[in-house]
């Protein structure tokens, strides 16, 4: 056959490649990779790092929080309880 220019080869190619799978590439979000200069790199690290430490310690404040959380409940030694039992009591 004859050569076929670039463009028309892709959507062959693309074509033949939907026709043998349904598997997609997941359409890019983000920006391409980009290189990075030793110096951002470790800074980036750096920030990553302490914004990381930063989660972990509310998320280990929160669960230490919940874990030493003492409910109070109502003791009245002079209060309503014994006042009840007392009213109760006196009916007998």
């Known amino acids: 056959g004859s050569p076929l220019p670039p463009e028309e080869r892709r959507l062959r190619d693309k074509k033949h490649l939907d026709d043998i799978t349904a598997a997609r590439l997941p359409p890019l979000h983000h920006s391409p ?17 302490e914004a990381y430490e930063e989660t972990q310690a509310k998320l280990a404040a929160q669960k230490l929080a919940e874990r030493l959380n003492i409910k109070m409940l109502r003791f009245e030694p002079e209060g309503e309880a014994s006042m009840q039992y007392r009213e109760v009591r006196d009916e007998d």
């Not at 990779?33 to 790092?49: D, P, R």
Request: aromatic share 0%; hydrophobic share 45%.
């Open 33 to 49: 990779a980009k290189l990075l200069s030793l110096e951002e790199s470790i800074a980036i690290q750096i920030q990553q790092k």
